[in-house]
């Protein structure tokens, strides 16, 4: 007897085509989605970091009756970021960096502590995801800087020995770029910031804490970034105002804030030994001087007063030169 089986209907190549042209859509329009809540979690990762520090700062100030200086020592050098780790619960990283080394951060004994990704010193967004090599701050205009290795220097990427460390995506300013203050307030005094001088008290900030810029972000070391874009980095560079040479979470992570002119990355001048102060853009425009962070739209600064905001990145440059500004009774009314 013959057998009768069920007709069963494959799909034909059209449907089965038809069928992954959807799924294709329906990936498309759900990765921009993913993407968000992704930034999302980072952006908020990112605040939590600078909250963290801008609490252990007041810590320290409970402690000491001062903010830690900028420039924590002078001879050894060292940044902020070591007194700060007793008041982060990193006691125990802070006991294994020898303040008496003559290399202060740079001291190749100090390789294995700059070489740990402490939490907080680290923006989730940042797209380098590798410790930096270290490089000599360079002269201004001038070029990019030698890389440091255990026994001197180096322009040789590639040679051996050179110190490495995780980069700190969060600054302080112990300046106030003096021409982009003249620009939004010509003919005044140029102020202070928080960490201008060795004793920076809360008593000085007149302007009020919740008006004042603490720590910022300043991402992206050690490389050179417009507008969110990666620049070439030839050993001559002159298109840094003052590049992150010390860029490394144990040095002097402080700089001297600037706003720029609305350049891009295809039309920024990489020929000028010192790029003009502008009114164009004041947020996420250039990491060399610049306050910048990777989140679409804005950069996080840590108050004064221990909060944290979002920068957006159309603050004009009159605002972001009065918040950065301790002492000098502006209005900040735009």
């Not at 603490?214 to 050993?235: C, I, L, N, W």
């Not at 030994?273 to 739209?297: E, K, L, W, Y």
Request: hydrophobic share 40%.
């Amino acid at each position: 007897m013959r057998l009768k089986y069920p007709h069963v209907r494959a799909f034909t190549l059209v449907e089965l085509l038809v069928v992954i042209a959807i799924i294709g859509v329906l990936i498309s329009l759900l990765l921009p989605a993913v993407q968000s809540a992704r930034e999302a979690a980072r952006r908020s990762s990112c605040q939590n970091n600078l909250k963290q520090m801008a609490l252990a700062m007041h810590n320290y100030h409970d402690t000491y009756r001062m903010f830690p200086p900028a420039r924590l020592s002078k001879d050894p050098k060292f940044g902020h970021m070591v007194g700060l780790l007793p008041f982060i619960e990193e006691g125990n990283v802070a006991d294994l960096f020898d303040r008496t080394a003559p290399g202060g951060f740079a001291d190749p004994s100090h390789q294995p502590l700059a070489n740990l990704e402490v939490g907080l010193v680290r923006c989730p967004s940042n797209p380098i995801t590798d410790p930096i090599k270290m490089r000599l701050s360079s002269s201004t205009g001038s070029s990019y800087g030698d890389f440091l290795t255990t026994t001197g220097t180096t322009s040789d990427p590639g040679a051996a020995g050179i110190l490495t460390g995780w980069a700190l995506d969060y600054w302080v300013n112990h300046g106030i770029n003096s021409s982009a203050y003249e620009l939004v307030n010509p003919g005044a005094d140029r102020p202070s910031p928080i960490f201008k001088g060795d004793e920076p008290k809360m008593s000085k900030v007149t302007d009020g804490l919740s008006n004042t810029t603490m720590v910022v972000e300043h991402a992206g070391y050690d490389q050179h970034f417009v507008r969110g874009v990666g620049m070439p980095m030839p050993s001559d560079d002159v298109t840094l105002d003052q590049p992150g040479a010390w860029g490394t979470w144990l040095g002097w992570c402080a700089f001297m804030v600037q706003t720029y002119p609305s350049y891009t990355a295809e039309t920024y001048p990489t020929t000028l030994r010192n790029i003009p102060a502008g009114t164009d853009c004041a947020i996420n425009c250039n990491n060399s001087q610049g306050v910048f962070g990777f989140h679409p739209g804005g950069a996080h600064a840590g108050m004064g007063d221990g909060s944290v905001r979002l920068l957006a990145e159309d603050t004009s440059a009159r605002v972001l030169m009065f918040l950065v500004s301790r002492d000098s009774a502006e209005v900040i009314d735009d």
